[in-house]
């Protein structure tokens, strides 16, 4: 029987080449899918792969976009029917932003995959972009889940990691329920299989070190590291195929909890802080896309991005901020300039901060340590999105961009209204 894989990419999307070598290792035929082709002969494939690179180059957040494109509605479909579908670095970005992985009532967003920060002794030693080898375990029983029914419970693979939002965050409550449901397929461990949770065991600071994630029919997994890549990773392709030759009859159950509700405040901006906001003198292809996105959704807009930095200083605060500008840390002169414009003629404003402000608190660091800037306190790194709404109720179509989560993870982001 010829076992037929759709091979999913996105504009941006790179390992396509690695993902369908790897199926045809275990005698699956690849089939090339792209994101905007007709889907009339979608469901006679008998599964899906979702390869990794950089859909839509990452704008607004990585695998958010390609999330909100039709084809998604398509796998969502057939993940419903126990089909297996695997989601691999982007592409499991895409799952989680599209709430397949792990699969709660209506698909809602309950997991953020956010920047990488590399943890030792309680300290964080590195953040972003990562490259390197991990070992996985498996910490699930194998037959839970398509992707490993051709392994054993505690077995361990080392395949590549490169990413740079590869961080697993949730609830604790979450969590827990994960753990329940077998659903934290794999994890990260050292050589002694030891789930030590500091770097390097842990290379992206995970929750619980994960470094995949299934849904409850265990037929949908998101996993960062790319098994694609090296043989080494070949048990899960080959588990992907047993499971499809198998024939499980299983509808897919929806995942037993409510996340909290969304609020959304006005922000309140300490009063001894200064904010810098910084535009592009270029075309923002982040607004454009988004722009795009949302247009496909219903929602016309006009939108704009603003990077939103907040320094707090001690002393002399003109001269900290003098020696600030002078290290182009913040912003790069050559395509971007301070912007003194007002937020008030748009139709809303938003200003998205991340929850452990990773970036600000690196270039804080940076501006101490390398540049010797005393007297600063703080820095945090937002950004602002600005729509100017064409539709008549303002609020409403406010609530329907929120609802995208196309600006914001909730899971990993604060999102305040700044008009």
Not at 46 to 56: A, E, P, R
Not at 221 to 242: Q, V, W
Not at 356 to 380: A, C
């Amino acid at each position: 029987m010829s076992v037929k894989i759709g091979v999913i990419q996105f504009p941006g999307s790179n390992t396509e080449r690695e993902t369908m070598m790897a199926c045809q290792r275990a005698k699956m035929e690849p089939v090339e899918f792209l994101w905007n082709q007709a889907t009339n002969n979608f469901s006679s494939l008998d599964g899906y792969i979702i390869v990794g690179g950089f859909s839509y180059e990452d704008r607004s957040r990585s695998g958010v976009i390609a999330s909100l494109d039709p084809i998604i509605e398509r796998i969502k479909e057939q993940a419903n029917l126990g089909k297996p579908i695997l989601g691999i670095c982007n592409g499991a970005q895409i799952l989680i932003e599209s709430g397949l992985i792990p699969g709660v009532n209506n698909n809602d967003l309950v997991i953020g995959l956010t920047k990488n920060k590399q943890i030792q002794n309680g300290r964080v030693v590195g953040v972003g972009y990562y490259n390197t080898w991990a070992n996985l375990l498996l910490s699930v029983s194998a037959r839970t889940c398509a992707f490993t029914c051709n392994m054993k419970k505690d077995e361990v693979i080392k395949i590549p990691l490169a990413h740079g939002e590869g961080r697993f965050v949730m609830s604790s409550q979450l969590l827990d329920k994960l753990i329940s449901n077998n659903q934290t397929v794999f994890r990260y461990c050292d050589e002694n299989h030891k789930t030590n949770p500091d770097f390097p065991t842990n290379p992206n600071g995970s929750m619980f070190n994960l470094a995949a994630v299934s849904n409850t029919g265990g037929n949908v997994m998101a996993i960062m590291p790319h098994p694609e890549r090296t043989t080494n990773g070949d048990a899960l392709f080959n588990s992907m195929k047993k499971y499809i030759l198998e024939k499980p009859e299983k509808r897919v159950s929806a995942l037993s909890y409510k996340p909290k509700r969304r609020t959304v405040k006005n922000y309140k901006k300490p009063k001894c802080s200064t904010v810098w906001t910084v535009e592009l003198i270029i075309t923002d292809n982040e607004a454009e896309t988004v722009q795009a996105a949302l247009l496909k959704k219903g929602i016309s807009s006009t939108v704009k991005r603003q990077t939103w930095w907040e320094i707090i200083a001690h002393g002399e605060k003109q001269s900290v901020l003098e020696k600030i500008d002078k290290t182009g840390e913040l912003y790069n002169s050559n395509k971007e300039f301070l912007s003194n414009q007002s937020l008030e003629n748009t139709s809303c404003s938003f200003l998205v901060i991340e929850k452990e402000n990773i970036l600000g608190r690196s270039k804080l660091e940076m501006l101490k340590n390398r540049f010797l800037i005393k007297n600063l306190k703080q820095i945090k790194h937002g950004i602002v999105w600005s729509f100017n709404l064409n539709q008549k109720n303002i609020e409403r179509s406010a609530d329907k961009i929120l609802n995208t989560n196309i600006i914001y993870n909730p899971n990993s982001h604060e999102c305040y209204r700044i008009n």
